[in-house]
């Protein structure tokens, strides 16, 4: 009796394992075929990596200028420099080389941009862009059209079909990789995405496209895309590899980021929020919390009451609100410097509990009315209690929704260039 007892929970802890193992497994072949790949939101240190970066942020370089600035030997050096090469994304330029040199290890070399593109899409709860991007982080070409909406089947098949349309333009350039960027919880391991403003659950986002395209794809929150962009194309790249930065993000949504020594913190349960933040304004209204008092929409609700704006039709717009600020409306201007007053205490409560090294904010409600920045400063230098520190917008203006999912789309690149485009190569064959 005792050993019937013992025996059987011990078969049913056996199949329970199976099980897990059997559907791990499962797991990752759907992952394999499908081409989902995590994004690589950090500065590599890996000797192709540290080349490659070498020749993007300053070729045309020569192989001992890049033993220099990246610590490497020359020899080292040359050796990735021709893997580098040989794979396609480096190129030589004998016209440059100095005269009366001789040999290769003179002749400088550059990124190899002009064959290949990347395919940059960022979903958002209204607009989604979908943008070409070449490997030096450049975005060549932008569309936006609706965020798809309907059943989320619908949505993805929409938006997978316009993503197909966009990429049939680009005959002459390779396409590479593809990089999504959006808003509630995206799991960057199954390529599948939360948003409850889309109505979206669960929804395979990552799967679809790969499976359309052709194409690896990698997806990240938008907020972390865009404090990737910031580490990896932003100004001041240099200074981010060791010291610590907190990104802000507000627009339609509220988010943010920290980057830690060269890499966006991306917790594995997904980005924490913001949006509840204590934030009161009876100007702006809102229900007490950060995201609904200063979110576009809660500006054009307010500039709605006022009269401002039409209750509806086409000039309701938040467009409309900045342009009757400019023009001497001073009700407007005064919700816009009531939304700058909220945010800069909001960025001051932010700063006084992590106290980075770098402030950074972006997004439209920063960018698209500069006027406002000055407010945003002089509301968060009132707030904080800790002593002064500059906030620096975001060096990608208007754009930084594209950087942000461009630069989800050349991570794994810039992590591991040889390795990229093996698999490039390999998932396009598949």
């Known amino acids: 009796m005792s050993t019937s007892t013992i025996s059987a929970p011990s078969t049913t802890a056996s199949s329970a394992v199976a099980r897990q193992t059997a559907a791990a497994h499962a797991k990752r072949a759907l992952l394999a075929r499908h081409h989902i ?14 080349v490659f970066g070498a020749a993007r942020v300053r070729g045309p370089i020569a192989r001992d200028v890049v033993a220099k600035v990246t610590g490497l030997s020359i020899a080292t050096v040359n050796r990735q420099v021709t893997a580098l090469l040989d794979a396609g994304v480096l190129r030589e330029r004998a016209d440059l080389a100095v005269s009366g040199a001789i040999g290769r290890p003179r002749v400088p070399v550059e990124v190899n941009h002009e064959p290949f593109l990347t395919l940059a899409v960022h979903i958002g709860a209204r607009t989604t862009s979908i943008a070409a991007t070449d490997l030096l982080g450049r975005t060549l070409d932008v569309v936006e059209t609706p965020t798809p909406l309907g059943t989320q089947n619908a949505a993805l098949a929409s938006l997978a079909g316009s993503a197909r349309r966009y990429l049939s333009r680009w005959h002459r350039r390779r396409p590479l990789w593809v990089g999504v960027t959006a808003g509630g919880v995206v799991d960057s391991v199954t390529g599948q995405i939360d948003h409850a403003r889309l ?11 790969a499976e359309t395209l052709g194409l690896p794809v990698s997806l990240a929150s938008h907020v972390d895309a865009m404090a990737g962009a910031e580490l990896l194309l932003g100004s001041r790249r240099s200074a981010a590899q060791t010291s610590t930065s907190l990104y802000l993000y507000a627009r339609e949504t509220v988010g943010y980021a920290l980057s830690i020594g060269g890499r966006v913190h991306s917790p594995a349960s997904g980005p924490g929020t913001i949006a509840a933040l204590p934030a009161q304004s009876e100007l702006l209204g809102g229900t007490g919390q950060l995201e609904s008092t ?28 900045l342009r009757a600020a400019r023009q001497g409306n001073a009700q407007a201007a005064g919700l816009l410097a009531e939304r700058a007053r909220v945010l800069g205490e909001a960025v001051a409560l932010l700063r006084d509990m992590l106290n980075p090294d770098d402030l950074v904010v972006g997004g439209q409600a920063f960018t698209e009315y500069p006027e406002g920045v000055p407010l945003v400063e002089a509301a968060f230098a009132e707030r904080s209690v800790l002593g002064p520190r500059d906030i620096r917008v975001t060096s990608f203006g208007n754009r930084i929704q594209e950087a942000g999912a461009g630069v989800v789309s050349l991570g794994g690149l810039y992590a591991d260039p040889i390795g990229a485009m093996r698999r490039a190569a390999r998932d396009r064959t598949a």
């Not at 109505?199 to 496209?209: C, E, K, M, N, T």
């Not at 500006?299 to 409309?320: E, F």
Request: glycine share 10%.
């Open 37 to 50: 790949v995590a994004p690589s939101l950090r500065v590599a240190d890996a000797a192709a990596a540290a």
């Open 199 to 209: 109505g979206w659950s669960g929804a395979p986002v990552g799967p679809v496209l």
């Open 294 to 321: 200063v979110s576009d929409e809660a500006v054009l609700s307010a500039a709605r009451r006022l009269r401002i704006v039409p209750a509806d039709g086409s000039s309701s717009t938040i467009g409309a609100v």
